[in-house]
């Protein structure tokens, strides 16, 4: 058993079972033995590899989207451009490079900022990020960025915001617990705690015993304070993850260490926790203070905002093997049968905001 697995074991033993979102955050985030406070996950050297490691093409494209939403809400300046939830830094990096090419007014007037809670990843960001650190300020929390118009982009951010999980019982849905079992190792068990019927997805009523639904309160919660700044101020947001765009049911928890998958009770602290994301529960939120959503895949938006051509612009001067390169980066990116389909995008805005383009939902 790993260290935070002997420490989570001893808070067990004490205090009884803990939910599972409790397990994901202290395996995620405790600040001595947490995945994300004690490693680099990111690259082929980490667990996983996320889209702007994979090509700069994927930030490029962003950087433009996030351009053309600041346009439609009519050039505000100031403006503040956020990251959250930035990995290495390399997605800002990209898109630094793209604004700075592609109005070079608006880079000098607007103001860049990433939220960071890990020191370690901080003084990562600093390192990718160069001479060009000195533009962005870095900050804990969406509540101290400053109170101007915000564009806001996530990639990857919500799939580690911890979930609760509930099981269906004999005598009803039951918050789903980690404990210890007869032989003191890690166990899901059934706790003592239902769960209100009206949160139920709608094909729940159908689930077998033992099926399992996902609630993201701290999901919720994150996205109802992003969109309050983007109601009150105007501005945008862009939100890619791995998910699914209507809720149901299903154990989407799952961990991945060494770039494959791993039993999520049996190195904690040492891989990576993730569930699925609800993108109907996120635009929900964002719906109710009053902004407009778009959602599609990452390959349909990709291809949308100029991926074929932006790749076609790369190759024209490069030899046979960059161009080959090229080309797997796109397949990597959009192919559905890679990243294309199983990551979705969630676009919000201002209801008064112009259109921005956006590929249309089938």
Partial sequence: MTGLGRHIAGLIAADGPIPVSEYMALCLFHPRHGYYTTREPFGARGDFITAPEVSQMFGELVAVWLYQAWI??????PVTVVEIGPGRGTLMKDMLRTWARLDPAFFAEARFALIETSPRLTEIQRETLGAVAERVTWHETVATLPHAPLLIVGNELFDAVPVRQFVRTASGWRERMVGLDEAGRLAFFAGAASLDPSL???DAGTAP??????LAPARSALMADIAARIAARGGAGLFIDYGYLEAGVGDTLQALKD???DDVLAHPGEADLTTHVDFAALGGVARAHGLKVSTATQGAFLLAMGLLERAGRLGADADEAARQAITAQVERLAAPDQMGDLFKVLAVLPKDAADVPFPARD
């Fill in 200 to 202: 139920l997805p709608a």
């Fill in 259 to 261: 770039h494959a998958p």
């Fill in 209 to 214: 015993e033992g099926a399992i639904v996902e």
């Fill in 72 to 77: 439609a809400n009519g050039r505000p300046l």
